[in-house]
């Protein structure tokens, strides 16, 4: 007897759960990225996180990235050069701005997102979609104003760059979808990512990397979890949903970024800081749960 299909809904707000699980573990990678930054150049980093990440993704399953074929190790091309834009900009970024600020900016691919989605692929958002992202816009205003003030400096303008390219690789994703290679995928990302990385360090910048304890402990955090996880879990549940909805559920992140640098870092958010995150938190909740969102929640693995 056949098993009668799991709805659409639930398949959805199961990948949305799972996406959220990368936001937290995201939200701890700007900590570790700040500890990293104080004994790794920027780009050396980069190289550093990546390269281990590509060696683990090696190791896990070597079997399946020998064979991969032509079309994976195409998409995990695009979207290693795409990745390593993105995290480039938003790890030099960083070395300029607040922990806080910077997941704050990150996350304005949320406006970023639906917007391209409409121009290059003619798709709209569903009204509750669109007023979630209303709704988290405003919060992080009031979340940024109130932690660090409303004058941007030059860390903000090249994390703003990190947040669009951040949005065509969750558009990316969402388009060059491979079921049953996700592992190659990830290889092949992390691998141009490191290459990448480290051609940029020595040709960029004055390399510095220091073997020190806490700068080991850092990559502990940033490639296991803050890549092979998050990569792994995004490319297998984000195509249960919609990329705007996806992004949605990423703006997350800066209220996990925060919480954790207020409760490690001691950090000063100001006032307005808790009404933006409960702003964030509702727009989340709005483009969860209103009625007929899931697009594609049937493909969900």
């Not at 070395?95 to 692929?121: D, G, K, N, W």
């Not at 990569?231 to 705007?244: C, I, N, Y």
């Not at 000063?268 to 697009?295: F, H, K, N």
Request: aromatic residues 8%.
């Amino acid at each position: 007897m056949t098993a009668p299909p799991v709805p659409k809904l639930r398949i959805s707000l199961k990948s949305e759960a799972m996406l959220l699980v990368c936001t937290l573990i995201w939200g701890g990678t700007f900590l570790a990225t700040d500890i990293a930054l104080a004994y790794a150049s920027p780009m050396a980093l980069i190289s550093a996180r990546f390269g281990l990440a590509a060696m683990l993704a090696l190791a896990l399953d070597l079997r399946a990235i020998v064979k991969m074929s032509r079309a994976a190790m195409t998409r995990g091309l695009i979207l290693g050069a795409l990745l390593y834009s993105s995290f480039g900009m938003q790890t030099i970024g960083q070395a300029y701005t607040s922990v806080s600020r910077s997941a704050f900016i990150t996350q304005l691919l949320v406006a970023f997102t639906p917007v391209l989605e409409r121009v290059l692929f003619r798709r709209r958002a569903r009204p509750a979609t669109l007023a979630g992202v209303c709704i988290v816009l405003f919060g992080m205003y009031l979340f940024s104003g109130a932690s660090v003030g409303l004058s941007w400096n030059r860390g903000d303008w090249i994390t703003l760059g990190c947040a669009f390219l951040f949005s065509v690789y969750i558009l990316a994703i969402d388009h060059l979808d491979l079921p049953g290679e996700h592992t190659p995928i990830l290889f092949v990302q992390t691998f141009v990512v490191g290459v990448l990385g480290a051609s940029s360090s020595f040709l960029m910048e004055d390399v510095r990397f220091q073997p020190e304890v806490a700068l080991g402990l850092a990559l502990l955090y940033l490639a296991p979890l803050g890549v092979n996880v998050v990569l792994a879990l995004q490319m297998r549940f984000q195509p249960g949903t919609t990329p705007a909805r996806a992004a949605v559920v990423f703006t997350m992140e800066p209220v996990f970024a925060t919480l954790m640098s207020v409760l490690l870092l001691q950090e000063d958010v100001g006032g307005l800081a808790v009404p933006g995150m409960v702003l964030i938190i509702t727009g989340v909740l709005v483009s969860e749960l209103g009625p007929g969102l899931q697009r594609r929640g049937a493909k969900a693995r």
